[in-house]
């Protein structure tokens, strides 16, 4: 059996081992590849103006003769078949890669095709003066060349939908590096770039496309090319800390891919994608404890709707809005509504009632009348998703639902009830405690009377454990490995969360030797646990973390940790006696790390647990009262435990 990769620099192998130096002759090669892509055979004459254009007949006869003499010598006689004047491979005599490829396609099988792709068609390979075997090699690089970049498309999406974006990123970059002006390769890096935090790289690969289209070809790229690079221009972007070690710098620009949680990411996508192709409401809700990874899952979704022109707004609740009527929708005014289309058709009684309510939408909408009845502000929502949701979806997304205000989450889901004809997608990601009554009467009603889907989230299994520590941990053993997991495992209850700052700190250090406590308690979720139940691994990891910190973040976030459950920008500015700059770029640092999570309103903790730890374990007493009398404050913020022996300092 002869095999022979032509996806890439062309190589032989016979029955697993190296070819005959005949065999590689590039006459001999080329008859060889040109038989085994041609099944119903070539007349001599063909093969001889194909290949030997520059002799005369008789010569040109005779190396044909000898081309195929060889070919019988090494794959038996009854393998070239010279019969009717036709030259012709038997079946299954040469085994191409290409043809693998197209099985592997046709089945689905996209990672292993993908994994065939190793260049052009017969790349770099040519044979002088024989303008017709040239001819065909260009008709065939280019066709392969499309088929092979469909395959890594097919495959980058996979990786995307599994939540692997920086993988889909380094698939994405294989496409368009084998055909630099196809936009369907420059949409999917983009996409994949912009999934794993490189909006930065994604943008240049836009531009630097741009330009090679316009220098080669003298056009520019298509509306829906154009159409997501301003969507990923006009994405909020955090800039990545700056580190002075090269190894620093790696760590801390990458973002650890989505584990576990590929099913559940599958079915909020496909129902999200179903609502806007059919133009219908429906309600995604996203279940499990503190740290178990919905604000992580509910990130990734959102990421994937924006770049399909969806408008998102999304806030995160925390347990004070429970008092504050209405701060819901103001935060989803706030958030990024403002920038839906088709605002203008919008009546303008709605638009004033959310003038009234926010700053932002006072200066877009200055002037408006206030005639007629008043409309609360609940209504004036569902007035203003229907004119929005008519010129492109738009998603709304609370995190910490169990926490939004009873008005805000009646007047959703009243929006969601009168707007059933429109791409409008809710989404909500709740803890089951304590439990909501609204929430839980809309669960029950998915898929019977409400159209959308519900997802539980639970810890992730030894399986998705390893997966994860081989990402973050590409050094150790296959030995090291398993023994991490074990005590991961344990320490972290397979809370994602834990999972990952343990994980991150063995990366920078921390050892693991000890025995592991009895933990967790099975009364108590993650936001009920204090820090003193936490395993030692645990708060180990946290402060290995922090300290990995630079000073000005450090210092944001034990401010933070002491100010309550969400704090401004300019809170911390003026706390800290610091620019508000300077402040910004600390928390970027804290937000890319995933300390903290963003919404207009402020900065919340991604659990209160760590925040309760970094209050307890960063900061003496003395230092806590401080940020609390800069911050004119009497008491302590909801959470925070005031007792406590010093590992930090705010100085």
Known sequence: MISCQTLGPVGLSMDGGPPPPELMWRKHLALLIYLARSPRGRTREHLVGLLWPEKPEPAARHSLNEAIRVLRRYLGDTSVDTTGGQVRLAPDTVSLDIERLEELADAGDWEAAAGLVAGDFLEGFAIAGASEFEDWLANERATVRHRSVDVLIHHTEGLVRAGQASEAAV???RALALDPVSEHALQATMRSLVLAGDRTSALERYDAFAHRLKREVGTAPT??????????????????????????????????SLVGRQAELSVLVDAAAAACRERASCALVIEGESGVGKTRLTEELLARLRLDGVTVAAVRAV?????????????????????????AAAPARALAVFADASPEWGDRFPSLPRDGAPLSLGRALSEILRAAADEQPVALAVDDAQWLDQASMLALLA??????????????????????????????RLGRNVRGAAVRLRPLDWAALRVLAKRMLPGFSELEIER?????????A???????ELLRAVALGLDLRGDASAWPDPYKTLDQTLPGDLPDTVLAAIRVDFRRLTSPAQRALSAAAVLGDRVSLDMLAHVLGSLPEEVAQALDELEWHRWLVYDPRGYT???????????????????????????????????????????????
């Open 171 to 173: 698939v994405a970059h």
């Open 223 to 256: 509306a829906e090319t154009q159409a997501l690079a301003e969507r990923v221009r006009h994405e909020r972007s955090i800039r990545p800390p700056i580190r002075t070690k090269a190894a620093e710098q790696k760590e801390s620009e990458s973002r650890v």
């Open 319 to 343: 347990e004070a809005d429970q008092e504050e009527e209405w701060s819901g929708l103001v935060g989803l005014a706030r958030s990024g509504l403002l920038q839906a289309g088709g605002l």
């Open 415 to 444: 929006a969601l009830r009168d707007l059933e004809s429109a791409s409008l997608i809710l989404i909500f990601a709740t803890d089951s405690v304590p439990p909501r009554i609204e929430l839980d009467d809309l669960r029950s």
């Open 484 to 492: 991490v997991v074990r005590r991961v495992a344990t320490d972290s």
């Open 494 to 500: 397979g809370l994602p969360l834990l999972a990952v």
């Open 605 to 651: 903790f991604v659990a209160r647990i760590v925040r309760q730890v970094i209050a307890q374990d960063m900061l003496t007493p003395g230092q806590r009262q401080r940020v609390l009398e800069a911050a004119g404050v009497s008491s302590p913020g909801r959470g925070t435990q005031p007792t406590t022996t010093s590992r930090g300092s705010l100085a």
